[in-house]
């Protein structure tokens, strides 16, 4: 089966590991999510480029583990709390862009997300869709979910970004 997305190769050329978490299925969950929680929260639809941050957060086992257990908490305040997560952020969200279009890419194909008319993202994450309550994935789509109501509070996507130190 090829691949669109230049840099991921062919599925059988992937190794195990990057197969198995960083599959566009995976990713489309976290978006739908995120995007579901963020609506709900917001009352709007999420801005697109929030996937590109959500994803190397709730992706990274260590910062998932360190993100706080409410929304009253800043995001500025968190990074600036976690100096260690923060250095490594940029490096793990560039290495993620490919398949974080990939993944983007698969979940507005299979419609669990969709582009409204002002050019946001609704997601819908349909229960058949939902992973089962057990391991990582389904701390990683509660993180996802977490992050889209949190990240309601920020009012720019690009102060987002200027708080990780990176650019879209």
Do not use: C, Q
């Not at 691949?3 to 195990?16: A, F």
């Not at 579901?36 to 086992?61: N, Q, T």
């Not at 997560?85 to 698969?106: C, D, N, Q, S, T």
């Amino acid at each position: 089966m090829a691949n669109d997305s230049p840099g991921l190769g062919e599925w059988d050329s992937r190794s195990p590991v990057v197969a198995t978490m960083l599959n566009p299925a995976l990713f489309a969950a976290i978006f739908a999510a995120s995007a579901e929680e963020y609506e709900r929260r917001a009352g709007k639809s999420m801005p697109w480029e929030l996937v590109f941050i959500i994803a190397p957060l709730v992706l990274h086992r260590d910062t998932r583990a360190a993100l706080p257990r409410t929304t009253a908490s800043h995001l500025s305040a968190w990074i600036a709390n976690h100096p260690t997560i923060h250095a490594g952020f940029p490096e793990r969200a560039k290495a993620m862009v490919p398949h974080v279009r990939e993944g983007l890419r698969f979940a507005l194909r299979e419609g669990v997300l969709d582009v409204d008319e002002t050019g946001l993202l609704t997601g819908s994450l349909p229960a058949k869709a939902r992973p089962a309550n057990t391991g990582d994935v389904r701390e990683i789509v509660r993180a996802a979910a977490f992050l889209g109501r949190w990240l309601t509070k920020i009012e720019r996507s690009s102060t987002v970004y200027g708080y990780f130190g990176v650019t879209p």
